[in-house]
């Protein structure tokens, strides 16, 4: 689903991504961890085409180069990026957001768009599925949410939106017990043979509730390091410095 | 190439022009220009009489040159002060006597005035270049004793109301604009809803600039009686042309006790090319009176088109508790500029005022609130409240807000918000991720920043409001 061959990538000259591979199959889990400024986030902006980044390298996606599209045909083919700092939109409910973008993406593959009873009920049976109160769909997208919630909605907006490849960049970070679970049983829920996870974290913990296949250990712009599940423990008693 | 293609067809979609033969007065402001005017509407002797009064008020002053947005100098002697569809020149006493030519148009614009196609529920009077083709609903209108038609049609039929009221809030020598049309306003509606009245629908002017050369002066009065309300919304657009029109009108509303009165605007006049080359020169003066106790006018203004927007729609607080609101929305695009904003003058006790405006400038554009808040030393227990919100879009745009504030009575509370803010790279990248592209997302961001505007205006315009912010912006990220 996707190949990723020698990616570097530079920003304001300075090298951050030095030759990056990596290959994720249909219904597969990947974890990627590693220490702060290893190159992490940059991966997961990179893989969803924001802007600033000079790139080297190939990144296919279902056969598809993806350096050439823009952020939102990236989105439209399935792929999903769960933010870590997710944006705050005033004004904008957080209702008609996710019709707005769900139609866009349907509409991109071909797909019916949905009018608003439709999208209401479907909606509506995400967020029961999540145990997300639904009272937080009419309020302004992610104003005033408290980080866990605001982690939440990104999780509803995956389901919803039913991508291919969803990471999650530090979904976990900043979130208590109960919420947690919640963006656990999300990404278990949505997993099947056909779609595939990349999970950016620092801790070992999400890993408990959400069980990857491979865990990758990015330092310094490179994968130095490549296990099973159970790296993450040994990482969490050994810590990064030992590894390499 | 294809989004390129659809960029092109929605620029300005009302920019067409009608062929159509017109009846035009002869060019120049004169005073024979007046007396054809006058005579040509069949005016009574009070209202040339008037008119020329103004004219010669007019001599003696000097057109205002304190505005941020500065233009070429307009030479008055070289344009029309009316021009009327030859098939109008006797107001169609029916639907099936207008012009077919003129119908199409309307229906064009999406203002259809045959009888199976109206909007429901609103009643719109049609006015094209400088007279009033049609009213509908005016029958179910009439019954309840509601007067909504023509000022021409008015100053025959109701001339103890026009009399009363006209120039009783904006007088004859306010200023240069205001004054020029005094002299030589051709058409724009009138209004009067008896006392108790709570007016059944949405009533509706549609102004459309077609002759080329030629000025628009509309006047328009609105009076609700002792405990009516209304809710009146004007949309105006013009064909696409080089040279600058001038549209310059004056709107008098008189609310009395217990009134409210609700005027909205959706302005669309064409606003130019990407290069600022024509458009039209919006320079209009709006004044409301709350001359009741307890009485209420509320401005909401959509200004999305013309190449100047100038305009400061006001209220004058009399009544003791009346209420002024003004909630606007001033988008500059290309090389538009608009000086807008509002002036509320509290003159009687526990008067309440709120403003809320929000700039959105992009390309070249300019962009400017300018208010007065004037607290008069009677005006016990006055409130203001006001928000002025700008959104700049790249670099190259500018966002100015000069608030006046002049206190004499010190039991007043006075509220005054600004913010200034870049349309956020993140955001944009936020809306893209969720599959929105590049339009879309500006789409989204600009009507979150406008909502509490837009949620102010009827139901049935707010829609289109929407769409129309978005259109305005387009081409200006990315």
Partial sequence: MLKIKNLKATVDSKLILKGLNLNIKPGEVHAIMGPNGSGKSTLANILSGKKGYEIEGEINFNGIDLKELPTETRAQQGIFLAFQYPLEIPGVNTNIFLKTSLNAVRKARGEKELDTLTFLKLIKEKALELGIDEKFLSRQLNVGFSGGEKKKNEILQMKLLEPKLSILDETDSGLDIDALKIVANGVNSYKNKENAFLIITHYQRLLDYIKPDYIHVLSDGKIIKTGSADLGGQLEKTGYTNLS | ?478
């Avoid at chain 2, 509290?346 to 400038?361: C, P, Q, R």
């Avoid at chain 2, 700008?390 to 500018?398: D, E, I, R, T």
Wanted: glycine share 6%; aromatic share 10%; net charge neutral.
């Fill in chain 2, 1 to 478: 190439m294809k989004n390129e293609h659809i960029k092109n067809n929605q620029e300005y979609k009302y920019g067409f022009t009608t062929d159509i033969e017109s009846i035009r007065a002869p060019k120049g402001l004169t005073e024979d220009t007046i007396k054809f005017i006058s005579s040509i509407k069949k005016e009574p002797k009070w209202m040339l009489d008037w008119r020329l009064k103004a004219f010669n008020r007019l001599k003696a002053l000097k057109e205002p040159d304190w505005q941020k947005p500065k233009y070429p100098k307009i030479d008055y002697q070289n344009l029309y002060y009316y021009s009327a569809p030859k098939s109008a020149s006797e107001k169609p006493q029916s639907l099936d006597d207008i012009d077919p030519k003129i119908l199409e148009t309307y229906k064009k614009l999406g203002i259809p005035l045959v009888e199976q196609q109206r909007l429901n529920g609103i009643a719109v009077d049609a006015v094209f270049d400088s007279v009033s083709v049609a009213t509908t609903f005016k029958d179910e209108l009439t019954k309840k004793g509601i007067i909504f038609c023509s000022i021409s049609e008015a100053i025959q039929k109701h001339p103890d109301l026009v009399k009363k009221y006209l120039g009783s809030v904006i007088p004859l020598s306010d200023h240069y604009f205001a004054t020029l049309n005094s002299a030589v306003f051709t058409d724009g509606s009138f209004v009067y809803i008896p006392p108790n009245t709570k007016c059944p629908m949405e009533l509706s002017t549609y102004f459309r600039i077609n002759a080329s050369e030629t000025g628009q002066f509309e006047r328009t009065l609105i009076i609700a009686d002792k405990g009516s309300y209304v809710s009146y919304l004007e949309g105006c657009t013009a064909p696409m042309r080089d040279e600058n029109q001038l549209h310059a009108a004056n709107v008098e509303l008189v609310a009395l006790d217990d009134a409210e009165i609700k005027y909205s605007t959706v302005q669309n006049w064409y606003p130019g090319d990407k290069n600022g080359v024509g458009g039209i020169y919006n320079f209009v003066t709006k004044r409301g009176a709350c001359r009741g106790k307890n009485s209420k006018i509320s401005w909401t203004q959509v200004e999305t088109g013309s190449a100047i927007t100038w305009k400061y729609p006001s209220c004058i607080l009399q009544g003791d508790n009346s209420v002024g609101e003004f909630y606007s929305i001033a988008i500059t695009n290309n090389f538009q500029k608009a000086d807008t904003g509002t002036k509320m003058i509290h003159l009687g006790k526990n008067t309440k005022s709120k403003i809320i405006s929000k700039g959105i400038s992009a390309g070249n554009a300019d962009n400017m609130y300018r208010g007065l808040v004037d607290i008069n030393h009677k005006a016990s227990n006055a409130r203001n409240y006001t928000q002025c919100d700008s959104l700049l879009m790249g670099n190259k745009c500018g966002a100015h807000t000069v608030p006046y504030i002049k206190n004499k009575n010190a039991t007043s509370t006075i509220e005054h918000e600004a913010t200034t803010t870049k349309i956020n790279e993140e955001q944009l990248f936020y809306c893209n991720q969720r599959g929105l592209d590049q339009e879309e997302a500006v789409s989204l961001i600009v009507n979150g920043f406008c909502k509490e505007v837009l949620q102010q205006l009827p139901m049935e315009f707010a829609v289109e409001a929407q769409k129309l912010v978005a259109i305005s912006l387009e081409g200006s990220v990315g």
